[in-house]
């Protein structure tokens, strides 16, 4: 299997994406540069985190029109995975491939630390691995991840069940101090109607080696190579 992890000028989850795949699994990993027009027969795109442009105008704004993102795009189309991380995640909701937008956090910082989610479900394939209400670690880095919506969406969302990861406090934290960003719904992580494009702000990239601390993002890799490497 194949993973294509698109760079952006600005892009600085690339890397990690790209050992992620080669390292913890395996399996085979390109760049793609964002002035392509060949995904190099990606099964999987990456769509990492970063800083996309400098997110002039707004954050994943400009790295829409890019023109690797017409390729991106029809692969999502086809029903190709497409794995939105941070950055990515702006830059999906941007290109329509998601709903909704992510905006400044409330507190007006940027914020990077370990923060708890929960799993909501386990129905997708990027999730397989996990168990539903499971809670997991990982580490997030950005200024503007507050997911947000209009009430129908919401609504939508939460009846499709497509809202995949929440932010969830643990047992000694204040339960207002758990959401980073103030995400509407405390909405971490949500999937396409289609099922196959998959937005985040933590980073699994980033959690995949048990050295480095704990490797919670893993099954989702391997949830992703479960599902697709058939």
């Given at each position: 299997m194949k993973f294509g992890v698109v760079t952006f000028p600005g892009s600085n989850g690339d890397y990690d994406a790209y050992q992620a795949a080669c390292e913890a699994l395996g399996e085979e990993s390109v760049f793609l540069w964002h002035k392509d027009h060949d995904l190099q027969g990606s099964d999987v795109v990456i769509l990492p985190g970063?800083?996309?442009?400098?997110?002039?105008?707004?954050?994943?704004?400009?790295?829409?029109?890019?023109?690797?993102?017409q390729e991106v795009v029809q692969h999502a189309q086809r029903g190709g995975p497409v794995l939105a991380i941070c950055n990515g995640f702006q830059i999906a909701c941007?290109?329509?491939?998601?709903?909704?937008?992510?905006?400044?956090?409330?507190?007006?910082k940027f914020v990077c630390a370990p923060i708890g989610i929960?799993?909501?479900?386990t129905d997708t394939l990027f999730t397989s691995r996990y168990q539903r209400g499971q809670r997991i670690l990982l580490p997030i880095a950005h200024g503007d991840g507050r997911y947000s919506a209009d009430?129908?969406?919401?609504?939508?969302?939460?009846?499709?069940?497509?809202?995949?990861?929440?932010?969830?406090?643990?047992?000694l934290e204040a339960e207002e101090a758990y959401n980073p960003n103030g995400s509407m719904h405390d909405i971490a992580g949500i999937v396409s109607e289609g099922g196959n494009v998959l937005g985040m702000m933590p980073h699994p990239e980033r959690a995949v080696d048990p050295l480095l601390g704990p490797a919670d993002g893993l099954p989702l890799f391997e949830s992703i190579l479960q599902r697709v490497a058939v």
């Open positions: 970063g800083f996309s442009y400098g997110d002039y105008l707004r954050a994943g704004a400009i790295a829409r029109f890019s023109p690797i993102m941007e290109a329509g491939l998601l709903p909704g937008a992510l905006l400044r956090n409330a507190s007006l929960r799993v909501e479900t009430n129908q969406t919401l609504e939508r969302l939460e009846g499709e069940g497509r809202v995949v990861f929440r932010y969830a406090p643990s047992d």
